[in-house]
Protein backbone atom coordinates (compact mmCIF):
# COMPACT_ATOMS: atom_id res chain seq x y z
CA UNK A 1 0.00 0.00 0.00
CA UNK A 2 1.42 3.45 -0.88
CA UNK A 3 1.90 5.73 1.86
CA UNK A 4 0.96 9.54 1.41
CA UNK A 5 3.10 12.39 2.92
CA UNK A 6 2.10 15.67 4.03
CA UNK A 7 4.32 18.19 4.42
CA UNK A 8 4.55 21.66 6.76
CA UNK A 9 6.89 24.47 7.98
CA UNK A 10 6.73 25.58 11.17
CA UNK A 11 8.03 28.79 12.97
CA UNK A 12 9.04 28.23 16.53
CA UNK A 13 10.52 30.52 19.00
CA UNK A 14 12.75 29.20 22.03
CA UNK A 15 14.37 29.93 25.51
CA UNK A 16 17.41 27.25 24.58
CA UNK A 17 19.23 28.29 27.94
CA UNK A 18 17.86 24.52 29.75
CA UNK A 19 18.51 22.73 26.63
CA UNK A 20 21.34 20.90 25.27
CA UNK A 21 21.06 21.82 21.52
CA UNK A 22 18.74 21.16 19.16
CA UNK A 23 19.55 17.36 18.16
CA UNK A 24 18.18 14.73 19.76
CA UNK A 25 20.68 13.12 22.09
CA UNK A 26 20.38 10.27 24.81
CA UNK A 27 19.97 11.26 28.53
CA UNK A 28 19.78 15.13 27.50
CA UNK A 29 16.85 17.33 27.19
CA UNK A 30 17.40 19.30 23.64
CA UNK A 31 14.32 21.05 21.63
CA UNK A 32 13.77 18.39 19.37
CA UNK A 33 13.36 15.88 22.15
CA UNK A 34 10.90 18.35 23.48
CA UNK A 35 8.80 18.89 20.13
CA UNK A 36 9.15 14.74 19.03
CA UNK A 37 7.73 14.11 22.83
CA UNK A 38 4.61 16.68 22.24
CA UNK A 39 4.05 15.44 18.92
CA UNK A 40 3.64 12.03 19.85
CA UNK A 41 1.14 13.43 22.84
CA UNK A 42 -1.00 15.54 20.56
CA UNK A 43 -0.89 13.32 17.28
CA UNK A 44 -1.12 9.68 19.03
CA UNK A 45 -0.15 7.04 17.22
CA UNK A 46 1.04 9.30 13.64
CA UNK A 47 4.07 8.50 11.89
CA UNK A 48 6.04 11.75 11.64
CA UNK A 49 9.52 13.25 11.10
CA UNK A 50 10.91 16.15 11.89
CA UNK A 51 13.98 18.34 10.01
CA UNK A 52 15.52 21.58 10.81
CA UNK A 53 17.11 24.07 8.86
CA UNK A 54 20.22 23.97 11.02
CA UNK A 55 20.98 22.60 14.58
CA UNK A 56 21.36 24.90 17.53
CA UNK A 57 23.96 24.35 19.77
CA UNK A 58 23.44 23.90 23.74
CA UNK A 59 21.61 27.40 25.79
CA UNK A 60 21.30 28.97 21.67
CA UNK A 61 18.38 30.19 21.69
CA UNK A 62 15.70 31.16 18.51
CA UNK A 63 13.45 34.29 17.85
CA UNK A 64 12.47 33.00 14.01
CA UNK A 65 13.40 29.24 14.22
CA UNK A 66 11.83 26.93 11.74
CA UNK A 67 11.85 23.09 11.07
CA UNK A 68 10.09 20.78 8.70
CA UNK A 69 6.89 18.43 9.66
CA UNK A 70 6.34 15.50 7.70
CA UNK A 71 3.30 13.68 8.30
CA UNK A 72 2.32 9.81 6.96
CA UNK A 73 -1.16 9.37 5.78
CA UNK A 74 -3.25 11.46 6.92
CA UNK A 75 -2.99 15.77 7.13
CA UNK A 76 -3.81 17.66 9.88
CA UNK A 77 -7.45 18.98 9.31
CA UNK A 78 -7.33 22.25 10.63
CA UNK A 79 -4.40 24.28 11.57
CA UNK A 80 -5.48 27.04 13.45
CA UNK A 81 -6.76 24.52 16.01
CA UNK A 82 -3.69 22.70 15.95
CA UNK A 83 -1.70 25.21 16.12
CA UNK A 84 -3.33 26.22 19.52
CA UNK A 85 -3.64 22.47 20.59
CA UNK A 86 -0.10 22.06 20.22
CA UNK A 87 1.19 25.15 22.08
CA UNK A 88 -0.96 24.32 24.95
CA UNK A 89 1.33 20.73 25.44
CA UNK A 90 4.80 22.28 24.45
CA UNK A 91 6.54 23.76 27.42
CA UNK A 92 6.74 27.45 28.49
CA UNK A 93 10.04 28.01 26.65
CA UNK A 94 8.89 27.06 23.11
CA UNK A 95 6.13 28.49 21.63
CA UNK A 96 4.95 27.55 17.70
CA UNK A 97 4.18 30.68 15.85
CA UNK A 98 2.97 29.56 12.75
CA UNK A 99 2.24 26.68 10.63
CA UNK A 100 2.31 26.19 6.08
CA UNK A 101 1.38 23.28 3.95
CA UNK A 102 4.05 23.05 1.99
CA UNK A 103 5.05 20.16 -0.67
CA UNK A 104 7.56 17.62 -1.07
CA UNK A 105 9.49 19.70 -3.71
CA UNK A 106 10.24 21.81 -0.58
CA UNK A 107 13.64 20.87 1.08
CA UNK A 108 14.17 23.40 4.18
CA UNK A 109 17.46 22.76 4.12
CA UNK A 110 18.49 23.61 0.04
CA UNK A 111 15.73 26.26 0.40
CA UNK A 112 16.88 28.06 3.33
CA UNK A 113 18.49 31.15 1.88
CA UNK A 114 20.13 33.49 4.30
CA UNK A 115 20.40 32.82 8.47
CA UNK A 116 21.02 36.26 10.78
CA UNK A 117 22.31 34.95 14.12
CA UNK A 118 22.58 37.56 16.77
CA UNK A 119 25.42 37.34 19.63
CA UNK A 120 24.15 39.65 22.75
CA UNK A 121 26.88 40.68 25.15
CA UNK A 122 28.05 42.85 27.31
CA UNK A 123 31.19 44.27 29.78
CA UNK A 124 32.30 46.14 32.77
CA UNK A 125 30.47 45.25 35.86
CA UNK A 126 29.01 42.10 36.58
CA UNK A 127 25.63 41.78 35.16
CA UNK A 128 22.36 40.61 37.44
CA UNK A 129 21.38 37.04 37.48
CA UNK A 130 18.63 37.14 35.63
CA UNK A 131 20.20 37.75 32.00
CA UNK A 132 22.74 34.74 32.27
CA UNK A 133 20.23 33.40 29.61
CA UNK A 134 19.99 36.40 27.19
CA UNK A 135 23.33 38.36 27.67
CA UNK A 136 27.66 36.91 27.83
CA UNK A 137 28.85 39.17 30.16
CA UNK A 138 32.28 40.35 30.37
CA UNK A 139 33.82 41.97 33.34
CA UNK A 140 36.95 43.55 31.39
CA UNK A 141 37.15 46.02 29.77
CA UNK A 142 36.58 45.86 25.78
CA UNK A 143 37.49 48.06 23.01
CA UNK A 144 34.25 48.10 21.04
CA UNK A 145 35.47 50.85 18.67
CA UNK A 146 37.95 48.63 17.62
CA UNK A 147 35.87 45.38 17.57
CA UNK A 148 33.29 47.14 15.71
CA UNK A 149 36.23 47.83 12.96
CA UNK A 150 37.50 44.38 13.47
CA UNK A 151 34.17 42.53 12.86
CA UNK A 152 33.95 43.82 8.91
CA UNK A 153 37.14 41.66 8.05
CA UNK A 154 34.43 38.57 7.97
CA UNK A 155 32.59 39.86 5.52
CA UNK A 156 33.12 38.31 2.30
CA UNK A 157 34.21 34.42 0.92
CA UNK A 158 36.80 32.92 2.95
CA UNK A 159 38.71 29.79 4.24
CA UNK A 160 36.89 29.63 8.22
CA UNK A 161 38.75 26.58 8.90
CA UNK A 162 40.53 28.05 11.80
CA UNK A 163 36.57 28.95 12.79
CA UNK A 164 35.25 25.40 13.77
CA UNK A 165 35.82 23.09 16.36
CA UNK A 166 36.52 19.25 15.69
CA UNK A 167 37.04 19.60 12.15
CA UNK A 168 35.75 16.72 9.70
CA UNK A 169 37.68 16.11 6.15
CA UNK A 170 34.75 16.53 4.47
CA UNK A 171 33.58 20.10 6.15
CA UNK A 172 32.69 22.60 3.93
CA UNK A 173 34.92 25.37 4.93
CA UNK A 174 34.61 27.60 2.39
CA UNK A 175 32.11 29.90 3.32
CA UNK A 176 30.15 33.09 2.81
CA UNK A 177 29.46 35.75 4.95
CA UNK A 178 27.07 38.59 3.92
CA UNK A 179 26.73 40.66 6.95
CA UNK A 180 28.99 41.04 10.43
CA UNK A 181 28.46 43.97 12.83
CA UNK A 182 28.49 45.12 16.22
CA UNK A 183 25.83 47.15 17.08
CA UNK A 184 23.62 48.40 20.23
CA UNK A 185 21.83 46.21 21.59
CA UNK A 186 18.03 46.64 20.56
CA UNK A 187 16.86 42.94 20.17
CA UNK A 188 16.05 41.92 23.81
CA UNK A 189 15.98 44.08 26.65
CA UNK A 190 14.64 43.52 30.39
CA UNK A 191 14.30 46.21 33.66
CA UNK A 192 17.28 43.95 35.29
CA UNK A 193 19.72 44.56 31.85
CA UNK A 194 22.84 46.69 32.50
CA UNK A 195 22.71 50.52 30.91
CA UNK A 196 24.50 49.20 27.85
CA UNK A 197 24.57 46.15 25.81
CA UNK A 198 25.45 44.82 22.52
CA UNK A 199 25.15 42.51 19.56
CA UNK A 200 26.69 40.99 16.47
CA UNK A 201 24.70 40.23 14.04
CA UNK A 202 26.19 37.78 11.48
CA UNK A 203 24.09 36.89 8.29
CA UNK A 204 24.93 34.05 5.50
CA UNK A 205 23.76 30.96 3.92
CA UNK A 206 24.80 28.79 6.35
CA UNK A 207 27.56 28.44 8.54
CA UNK A 208 29.96 25.73 10.82
CA UNK A 209 29.24 24.43 14.23
CA UNK A 210 30.84 27.12 16.98
CA UNK A 211 31.94 30.00 13.30
CA UNK A 212 29.89 32.30 14.66
CA UNK A 213 30.96 31.97 18.65
CA UNK A 214 34.22 31.61 17.51
CA UNK A 215 34.11 34.73 15.49
CA UNK A 216 32.33 36.28 18.75
CA UNK A 217 35.31 34.62 21.03
CA UNK A 218 38.05 36.06 18.36
CA UNK A 219 36.18 39.95 19.04
CA UNK A 220 36.13 39.53 22.27
CA UNK A 221 39.99 38.89 22.40
CA UNK A 222 41.02 41.65 19.70
CA UNK A 223 38.55 43.88 21.98
CA UNK A 224 40.90 42.61 25.18
CA UNK A 225 43.94 43.37 23.79
CA UNK A 226 45.05 39.50 23.11
CA UNK A 227 44.61 39.50 19.42
CA UNK A 228 45.27 42.07 16.77
CA UNK A 229 43.83 43.17 13.76
CA UNK A 230 46.47 41.79 11.96
CA UNK A 231 45.93 38.28 13.51
CA UNK A 232 42.25 37.88 12.45
CA UNK A 233 43.03 38.85 9.05
CA UNK A 234 45.79 36.13 9.09
CA UNK A 235 43.19 33.47 10.69
CA UNK A 236 41.19 34.03 7.18
CA UNK A 237 44.63 32.72 5.55
CA UNK A 238 44.19 29.16 5.51
CA UNK A 239 48.09 29.40 4.51
CA UNK A 240 48.90 31.18 7.68
CA UNK A 241 47.03 28.30 10.26
CA UNK A 242 45.90 30.80 13.20
CA UNK A 243 44.87 28.64 16.18
CA UNK A 244 41.87 30.30 17.93
CA UNK A 245 40.86 28.97 21.55
CA UNK A 246 37.94 30.97 22.85
CA UNK A 247 34.36 29.80 21.76
CA UNK A 248 31.50 32.07 23.54
CA UNK A 249 29.40 30.74 25.73
CA UNK A 250 26.11 29.69 23.96
CA UNK A 251 23.50 31.23 25.62
CA UNK A 252 24.37 34.71 23.90
CA UNK A 253 23.74 33.54 20.55
CA UNK A 254 19.97 33.12 19.45
CA UNK A 255 18.70 32.82 15.72
CA UNK A 256 17.24 36.37 14.55
CA UNK A 257 15.67 34.90 11.24
CA UNK A 258 15.50 32.48 8.81
CA UNK A 259 14.49 33.47 4.98
CA UNK A 260 13.34 30.69 2.88
CA UNK A 261 12.42 30.52 -0.76
Known sequence: MQRTRYYYLIKIQYLGFRYSGWQIQPGQRTIEGML?????????GK??????????????????GIFELF?????????????????RNLPPDIRAGEIIPTTKDF??????????YVYL??????????????????????????????????????NFMSYTARLKPNTQVIRTVDFCEIQNNTFISG?????????LVIRGQGFMRYQIRMIMGALIQVGKGDLTKADITDSLDPNKRVT????????GLLLNEVKID
Open 36 to 44: TKTFNHVLP
Open 47 to 64: KFKLLSSGRTDAKVSALD
Open 71 to 87: LENEPLADLDEFLKLFN
Open 107 to 116: NIIHNSKSKE
Open 121 to 158: FSFGEKNHPFCAPFLYNVIDTLDISLMKEVAKLFVGTF
Open 191 to 199: NFFPSESYA
Open 244 to 251: LTFVAPGS
